[in-house]
């Protein structure tokens, strides 16, 4: 009994031992080709920005080419449910946000699960959000927004149904009682111009997508979703000083691969891209943008998905928010 006991343990000590030998292989070989990046949203957005700038470092590093693919459409739930089809080599991964943890509670059919169908790999930054109205409208502040919705029809634009901008107005109108309409787009980049030219009054969205448009003075911010005054707006005050403490928001940006990748490459993937993040010139093109520079390991970004869909969750039903 005790041989076969012996013999079994070195059974699998020797599995381990070929394990291990074969994850360093594959991590050693990767990438052995082209690099697809998919971006579930159109271009000028933060996920696409974020994935351009990754792209572009990773092939500095690894001399391999990276392809950022734009597959815009359902809140970015399209690239999603294309890259958890895709062979999990590690040679497909993808952007995605805040907008995908709420997407699991808000959308009653989805073609995959973000749990079970797709793993973190690192987290890349996160990016405050701002309110902002059209220049023509008289309100200054929220106080007056929240007045002037509720005398008049008004309408707010989003990147899309169940991103960030979608659900923070939704939770917004909970708070307020007002009742504003929803026009969706796909991608903050193509709802600019409906914000420039007044056909859409409103929106929140984060920093890096918003702030740049308020130079002309065609857009106003009205206030921040931040703990405390944005360096970048700091005579702007606060949702939190302008009575609102719930609203605290950012838009955060991350990178998944298909479930069964190899935990060798993932690992070689979240080394990389934390090493590329938290050097001092991307750390600072970053905080220039608005964007707060992140990094970490694979469980640390798996914990952020986590709580924030339970968060997401609980807002989602308590604003009655849908995928319209």
Not at 71 to 90: F, K, S
Not at 116 to 132: K, T
Request: charged share 20%; net charge positive.
């Amino acid at each position: 009994m005790r041989s076969g006991f012996v013999r079994r343990s070195m059974c699998a000590a020797l599995a381990c031992v070929c394990s291990v030998a074969a994850n360093a292989a594959v991590a050693a070989e990767y990438p052995a080709r082209p690099i697809r990046y998919l971006v579930g949203f159109a271009p000028g957005g933060i996920n696409d920005i974020m994935a351009r700038i990754v792209a572009q470092k990773l092939i500095e590093s690894w001399g391999q080419q990276v392809i950022v693919d734009n597959r815009p459409g359902a809140g970015g739930n399209l690239a999603a449910g294309l890259l958890a089809r895709t062979n999990p080599d590690g040679h497909t991964f993808m952007n995605i946000s805040t907008a995908h943890a709420i997407s699991q509670t808000l959308y009653t059919k989805l073609d995959y699960s973000l749990e079970r169908d797709l793993a973190p790999v690192v987290v890349l930054g996160n990016s405050p959000l701002i309110m902002v109205v059209n220049a023509g409208l008289p309100a200054k502040n929220v106080a007056e927004l929240v007045d002037l919705a509720k005398k008049r029809k008004m309408i707010y634009a989003s990147g899309g149904a169940g991103v960030i901008s979608h659900l923070a107005m939704e939770m917004f109108k909970v708070a307020t009682k007002i009742d504003v309409t929803h026009v969706p787009f796909k991608g903050v980049g193509p709802a600019i111009p409906a914000l420039l030219s007044g056909e859409a009054h409103m929106m929140m969205n984060a920093i890096p997508e918003l702030l740049p448009h308020t130079k002309g003075g065609k857009l106003r911010v009205i206030g921040s979703l931040t703990e405390k005054r944005h360096p970048f707006i700091p005579e702007v005050p606060t949702f939190i000083e302008q009575g609102h403490k719930e609203f605290v928001m950012g838009n955060w940006t991350g990178i998944v691969v298909p479930a069964k990748t190899p935990r060798a490459v993932i690992d070689k993937l979240a080394t990389e891209i934390t090493r590329i993040i938290r050097t001092p010139e991307m750390s600072q093109r970053l905080v220039e943008m608005g964007v707060d520079p992140l990094g970490g390991t694979p469980e640390e970004f798996g914990k952020l998905i986590r709580s924030e869909t339970a968060r997401f969750g609980k807002a989602v039903k308590e604003s009655g928010a849908k995928a319209d």
